[in-house]
């Protein structure tokens, strides 16, 4: 049990160390542009007639309390740390006076489902029919099945989800291609908004998952066909195992501990994927949400997202992390 | 040129990827003998659809596509390899310290690699943009996105790094006094110049990938023609609703053929450098 104590504070360490780097690189990102953004909303909400300069004066002020912005550079970190500490990034401009969390809060839930979702299934199927591949590798459908799973692999998430929405939103319009469910529905736990959620979320869903399939898939596939040449699995194999059973436990579940590891590692790359499939889909989700708040100019909402971004996904990996001992008993007696 | 020979016989994936990568580069260097410059507009008749005067038909800005395509798969290529370039740097620097220091050295640099894996880039340079907004020009992403890029390289070149170091030749040049500056550059950078060539190609696909979705939703310098930006472009038209199909398909087209082409040359370098399965191939 030490060994699982001292892996538990490790990888605890490491988060908080993702976290803080993470936090640290938004603020040199925000405070190393030439342009002030406090000047920059001036200069946009004045855009209309002219103001009186008493009333800029004081806008001034204000703004530069909402942005964090007061006094020296120190004391902007310090206030920086303080909001992401409570997790209050003040109001949106963008839809004043919601506070920037509230709308955070409000699209979270449709980001994380999609992930989740999408994750899961990628993560499965891939790996399923990449050991399969691996293991019966002369069979003809599971090459052509990788074949159709590497040619997705190298287009990026935004290029397959713009194929996707041209095929179902022009071509073959059978499929809602925006939104995340019908708007005049009760929402809540009914079977007419559920089931408007599950046809929503198809296109976004498939496309998560044709670009993310090619990389498990590829990787089972050449970890099995490593695995499949040790003398254990042969041995297994003259000793008369089922082989079936060879495939399950012997094979696949050694094979799976690195590539728990790499869906720990490959979390932000999806969590990127999944920012834009919400947006090419109107998808209500926190991508949607970042894009808008750029288009509207609004920084706080901007900053705040960048931030919870980095604390969710850095959470995600930890919690991976966690089951990870489940998998691999070796860490827990190290 | 011998190993580039014996991949093009026995390696299918590298043959296409070559022909593929080798059309787009050909097709990015015609961009040379354009009769219009990029961003000059209202040259040609708008919306021709294509046709044998305008082979790939022209924009709703009057721009002929076949040419403005040259120009954005040039500038959308040279971005990939600047970034790749300068991250390889940085990913080879701090692979080949890890892997040869070990100890508390290899720890802190690993953390902090691990730390740039899990990070999520895209909301970064996305505030990135935000920040800089009209200041954004083309190099300063590209260096944005190589100090954010390297990270899974550098683990890969670490690998190799520690390997080397058991190495026995390793000891000798430590006994004959050579700096570790020495080692790393003059011995070990040799072992892993296959697998940085190999990861080049995964961070030009991944770097144009990020760069036509930044361009896409208008977040770069959008008067710089790329493919993203030339998307761009076309969406602010609506091209698909106004039917200008053209003005979308073929953008999309070529860097669908780049991507799988740099892809295919990766896939298979990296078959090559692993013994194992370059044999399995020669053989059968």
Known sequence: ???????????????????????????????????????ATIAAST???AVNPEA?????????????????????????????????????????????SALIARALPWTVGLLVVSTVLTWILGNLLGGLAGYYHQSRTLRFAGVVAMAFHPIPYYIVAFMLLIVFGYLWPILPISGGAQINLQRGFNLPFLSSLL?????????????????????????????????????????????RRILASYVMRNSLVPQVTGLA???????????????????PGIGHLLIQAVHAGDYSLVLGITTISIIAVSAAVFLIDLLYPLLDPRVRVR | MRVVLDLFRYNREFAIGVVLLGFVVIFASLSFFSPYPPNDSFVVPPDVPPSWAYPLGTTSRGQDVFWLLTFAIRNTLLFGFAVALLSRILSLVIGLVAGYAGGIVDRILMSLNDTFI???????????????RDKMSWGLLAL??????????ARLIRSIAMSLRTREFTETSIFSGMSMRQILTQEHLPYVMPIVFSTLMNNMNWSIGLEVTLSVLGFTDINTPTIGVLIYWANQHTALVAGVWWWILFPVLLVVIAFVGLFLLAVSMNEHIDPRSRLNRVTG
């Open chain 1, 199 to 243: 046809i929503h979320s198809i296109l976004p869903i498939t496309s998560l998952v044709l670009v993310g399939l090619g990389g498990w898939f590829m990787g089972m596939r050449s970890l099995v066909s490593n695995v499949v040449t040790e003398d254990y699995v042969t041995y297994a194999e003259l000793g008369g195992v089922d082989r």
């Open chain 2, 118 to 132: 899990v990070i999520p880039l895209f909301p970064i340079l996305v505030l990135f943009y935000f920040v800089m």
């Open chain 1, 265 to 283: 590692m490959s979390l932000g790359a999806i969590f990127n994927g999944a920012i834009i499939t919400e947006q090419v889909f109107g998808y």
């Open chain 1, 47 to 49: 855009m209309f007639g």
């Open chain 2, 144 to 153: 944005a996105m190589s100090c954010l890029g390297w990270a899974y390289d």
């Open chain 1, 56 to 100: 800029i004066a004081i806008m001034r002020q204000s703004l530069k309390e909402l942005y964090g912005l007061e006094g020296g550079l120190f004391e902007q970190y310090l206030t920086f740390w303080r909001r992401v500490v409570v997790l209050d990034f003040g109001p949106s401009l963008s839809a004043f006076p919601a506070p920037v």
């Open chain 1, 1 to 39: 049990m030490r060994g699982y104590g001292v892996y538990l504070l490790t990888r605890l360490g490491q988060f908080v160390l993702v976290v803080f780097i993470g936090i640290n690189i938004s603020f040199i990102v925000t405070h190393s542009t030439p342009i002030d953004p406090v000047e």
